[in-house]
Each structure stands twice: as structure tokens, then as C-alpha cells.
């Protein structure tokens, strides 16, 4: 499979090129970004070309293409991507607005191309055995559930509204809501937020508590915020705890046993 990086703007732009060099009869074609400096330390670190324009790298005949830019630039990105015949990896969200996420959806569809985008904390192993053990019956049903992702602001064009879309609740939000429709098999219906600053001096939402509602009924919190210092001994955290009829479970993705 011959597969080609869009931008390595976002930093999970790196997890994606070790884990693909570690993949037999995988090869990444090339790296495109508009910031050469970036663009050709990477292509350098994973021993591939490096090409200034996105453009000149979906004209080598790709299999796939991961798309890693800025928010704002995934729309542009993927169309383009699917349109030169690659399925497309898009990081998350797929896009900063929920128009060019339909968008970029109809794209695909319309060039016949797979569009994904990657959820990690599915693999996490005590997120399966939490899953596993809900799945069992084990804590009767499922009538709440509370979540945190809190992390570091990542600066940079995350502090940018247009380019990123919004802040912690845009970028901190995706993961754990997954989670939350992966185990509960159903989908969210309502939702109620409180966003603010409260953290830096940006001006961008750093602070988010999300409530929702699904489908059945089952109720929901997520504190999605940029809330931990640049001291602070971890990037962040992703737990969860879900309240059953016949008892609880808390589960930290984050711990090591």
C-alpha cells in the first residue's frame, strides 16, 4: 500500500508515520506541507520525499492518504485527496464546521473512497475489558455515565479559531464520546454545554462541562478542558465511570495496571 501524509501541522501527524514504517508492504510515498522546515524534518526522520505542494504528491499514485493539517484545512484536503482515487485518514474532527464535514462526507461517497477517522482509546485495554465486562451484564443496565479528557493547551494553531474552529471542546470532546456510543450502542440526542476561558490568556474556549442525553434516556457529563498547567506531570487524561443498576465502574485509560 503506498500511502501519503497531508501536513504534519498536528502532532499525532508523527503516531501515524512510525506506526505506518512498522507495517510490512507499507510505504509512505511522501510528505506534503506547506511549512518546509516541518515538512522536510519529518520526510527526513521517515526516510521519504518531501513535497511543498499536496498536490504533487497526489499525483504519485496513492493508495491512502492521512490527512494531518489544521482544522480548517481538512475539507480541502480530503476532497482533494478522494478525488485523486485515496481513501483518506482524516484526523479529528473531520472538519471545523459541521457544513464542511457534510461536505467532505459527500465527497467521499461520490468518488467511491473510504473515509475514516481514528478512534485509539477503543484499542486502550481498559476501555476492552471495561466494554467487555458492561457488555456481560456484569453492572445490570447503564443509566449514567461521567467522563474527562482534560489536557494541555496545545498552542500554537489550536489557539486559532480559524484555523482550529474552536477550542478544548472541539478538540476534547471526540474521544470519549466515542467511547460512550462504542459501549452504550446507541447515539446522543441532546446536548447542553458550558464553554469559557479560564485557563489562558487566548482567546479561545479552554474550559468546557458537556451534558447529554442519549437515546434511551441514559445521561451523560463530559469536562472536555484544556485544564492541566505546563507543569503538570502528564499530557492529560481520559477516564471514565458508568453507573449501572447493579453497581459501577471506573476506568482510567491512563494507568499502567
Not at 481538512?74 to 461536505?103: R, S, Y
Not at 464553554?195 to 462541562?209: E, P, Y
Request: aromatic share 8%.
Amino acid at each position: 500500500m503506498n500511502v501519503g501524509i497531508i501536513s504534519f501541522a498536528h502532532g499525532h501527524a508523527h503516531a501515524y508515520a512510525s506506526s505506518l514504517v512498522g507495517i510490512d508492504d507499507v510505504t509512505i510515498v511522501g510528505i506534503a506541507d506547506d511549512n518546509e522546515e516541518r515538512g522536510r524534518e519529518a520526510a527526513n526522520q521517515y526516510k521519504t520525499t518531501y513535497y511543498n505542494s499536496y498536490k504533487e504528491l497526489l499525483n504519485q499514485g496513492l493508495d491512502a492518504v492521512i490527512v494531518t493539517s489544521e482544522n480548517a484545512r481538512h475539507k480541502e484536503h480530503a476532497i482533494a485527496a478522494a478525488q485523486a482515487g485515496a481513501a483518506v485518514l482524516c484526523e479529528k474532527p473531520i472538519a471545523h464546521t459541521v457544513q464542511d464535514a457534510q461536505e467532505l462526507i459527500a465527497a467521499c461517497d461520490e468518488a467511491g473512497v473510504l473515509l475514516q477517522t481514528a478512534f485509539p482509546v477503543r484499542f486502550n485495554e481498559a476501555i476492552k475489558r471495561a466494554k467487555a465486562r458492561i457488555d456481560a451484564g456484569e453492572f445490570g443496565d447503564i443509566i449514567a455515565v461521567k467522563g474527562t479528557n482534560r489536557g494541555k493547551n496545545p498552542g500554537g494553531w489550536f489557539n486559532d479559531k480559524q484555523l482550529a474552529g474552536g477550542g478544548a471542546v472541539i478538540d476534547h470532546t471526540v474521544h470519549v464520546v466515542d467511547i460512550m456510543r462504542w459501549v452504550l450502542k446507541e447515539e446522543v440526542q441532546d446536548v447542553y454545554a458550558e464553554i469559557d476561558q479560564h485557563f489562558s490568556t487566548n482567546d479561545i474556549d479552554d474550559a468546557g462541562v458537556l451534558s447529554f442525553t442519549f437515546e434511551s434516556g441514559i445521561f451523560a457529563t463530559l469536562d472536555c478542558s484544556w485544564s492541566r498547567n505546563s507543569n503538570f506531570p502528564t499530557w492529560g487524561d481520559v477516564t471514565l465511570e458508568f453507573i449501572g443498576t447493579e453497581g459501577t465502574l471506573k476506568v482510567d485509560a491512563q494507568r499502567k495496571s
